[in-house]
């Protein structure tokens, strides 16, 4: 039994002879809050959605954690959201869990603004991927960025220089064909994106 679990149990034994005490109610509703977390991330939608509920339930109306339009869908996401940020964004793993998290989070709901979280969050992790020369699963993580994102600058951008490193690898390989598609792709992404990256006489290569 984990310590949050743990709390949680004293915490309801305490209410359990005086539902009346306030800041025990409180204490036990940002256990269940925590715990609804928790176990939203382990793909438990039902036992999620029931803590958040019960630790609704416990919570004054007219009090600071008091939210009346936030349903647990919301509260689940919203709080999921936030234990994704802040990011380091020079770190893989961050970047990484945090885009995790956010995915289960949009699955209770979506949030205003969310989309172009993750897109910028995936413009710096493939970015860090392309200085390791990962390109191929770069490349990949653009099907990860939601349709309803509205600001692509940053990713596109970052796509385009993946594809740019790849050409530049499958060029000095001897495959130009495949060299001239992820060209293509390049100016796809990315329309202003600088040829002279190839170097003297690899443009004329690939065009």
């Given at each position: 039994?984990?310590?949050?679990?743990?709390?949680?149990?004293?915490?309801?034994?305490?209410?359990?002879?005086?539902?009346?005490?306030?800041?025990?109610?409180?204490?036990?509703?940002?256990?269940?809050?925590?715990?609804?977390?928790?176990?939203?991330?382990?793909?438990?939608?039902?036992?999620?959605?029931?803590?958040?509920?019960?630790?609704?339930?416990?919570?004054?109306?007219?009090?600071?954690?008091?939210?009346?339009?936030?349903?647990?869908?919301?509260?689940?996401?919203?709080?999921?959201?936030?234990?994704?940020?802040?990011?380091?964004?020079?770190?893989?793993?961050?970047?990484?869990?945090?885009?995790?998290?956010?995915?289960?989070?949009?699955?209770?709901?979506?949030?205003?603004?969310?989309?172009?979280?993750?897109?910028?969050?995936?413009?710096?992790?493939?970015?860090?991927?392309?200085?390791?020369?990962?390109?191929?699963?770069?490349?990949?993580?653009?099907?990860?960025?939601?349709?309803?994102?509205?600001?692509?600058?940053?990713?596109?951008?970052?796509?385009?220089?993946?594809?740019?490193?790849r050409a530049r690898r499958r060029l000095s390989e001897g495959d130009t064909a495949a060299a001239h598609s992820d060209v293509r792709a390049v100016r796809k992404y990315d329309?202003?994106?600088?040829?002279?990256?190839?170097?003297?006489?690899?443009?004329?290569?690939?065009?």
């Amino acid at each position: 039994m984990s310590v949050l679990t743990r709390a949680m149990t004293e915490l309801r034994r305490i209410l359990g002879r005086d539902a009346s005490l306030r800041p025990v109610r409180k204490a036990l509703a940002t256990a269940l809050y925590e715990h609804s977390l928790d176990v939203a991330l382990t793909g438990a939608r039902a036992e999620a959605m029931g803590l958040m509920r019960e630790a609704r339930g416990l919570l004054e109306p007219g009090s600071d954690d008091w939210a009346p339009g936030r349903g647990p869908k919301e509260a689940v996401a919203n709080g999921l959201c936030e234990r994704a940020f802040p990011v380091d964004v020079s770190d893989e793993d961050e970047l990484r869990n945090a885009l995790d998290v956010i995915a289960v989070a949009r699955t209770y709901e979506v949030l205003p603004g969310i989309a172009d979280e993750q897109a910028w969050l995936l413009s710096h992790l493939i970015g860090l991927l392309c200085r390791n020369e990962d390109y191929d699963e770069a490349i990949q993580l653009v099907r990860r960025c939601p349709r309803d994102a509205e600001d692509r600058s940053g990713l596109d951008r970052a796509v385009a220089e993946a594809y740019a490193g790849r050409a530049r690898r499958r060029l000095s390989e001897g495959d130009t064909a495949a060299a001239h598609s992820d060209v293509r792709a390049v100016r796809k992404y990315d329309p202003t994106h600088p040829l002279a990256l190839f170097g003297p006489g690899d443009a004329d290569q690939l065009w």
